[in-house]
């Protein structure tokens, strides 16, 4: 249900209240009851799904309590899928600030779900046209050159183009890989010192980089399949 204080119940109840989404899915919603009715109630819609009741909140939580709530919300609903009562698992927006008020390890669902399942996992965000996987997630970007490594970004293409063939059905999947810096550092004429990074593990072999400005897609040139992402950042996410 996400962040009982936040926006997820008010768009569960919208998206729920789709007919096209009904006609797709049987979802189970694993959260505050009397908060979703609230929710639909004020969106106008009827609450169309069941609800597996977890815990008891109060009728106007702290910010503490919320936090609480998100995560608990969504470790039910994670052990739901492990032991195949669910087949997926939709994670509605939570507040990182209150969740960590308890749990301040918690950096954000992709990581925390990677830790409770002991997967190792990359994150892809997926438009109609474009799809990026993030070598690094939620970083400052002072890390990011740190985290980074020829293993790492070998394992993400891996298992994108894994994933591409067995979930989007495409045959031969094309994968960019994005420069650290902007325009990949115009081959060392803008940034040198920065253009010339390489991952400190050289196996296996280092890729070539994709200037991140050329993977969207223009008439002349079609978007890859993927591309990779060496960093997140919410201020310079495209919409695609």
Known sequence: MGDPLGIGPEVLALALADPAVQARLDPVV???????????????????ARVVQVGKLAWQPTGEEAGVAALEYVDCAAQAVVV???????TAP????????RAPQFVGHTEHLARTTGARVAMMLAGPRLRVVLATT?????????RLSAEQIAFVAQLVSRELRERW?????????????????????ATRRRASWRPPSRRPAPPAWTPP???LPT???????????TRWSRSTTTRA
Not at 84 to 90: I, P, S, T, Y
Not at 176 to 186: D, I, K, R, T
């Open 30 to 48: 694993f959260g505050d009851r009397a908060t979703l009715l609230r929710a639909a109630t004020l969106r106008g819609v009827p609450l169309e």
């Open 169 to 189: 059905g495409i045959a031969s999947p094309r994968i960019a890989v994005c420069g650290l810096n902007p325009h990949a550092g115009e081959g060392g004429s």
């Open 94 to 101: 939570l507040s990182k600030e209150r969740v960590a008020l």
């Open 138 to 146: 939620h970083l400052a970007l002072a890390e990011v050159p740190r």
């Open 219 to 229: 008439a002349s040139s079609p978007a890859p399949s993927a591309a990779i992402a």
């Open 84 to 90: 195949r009562q669910a087949k997926a698992l939709c």
């Open 213 to 215: 400005d050329r993977i």
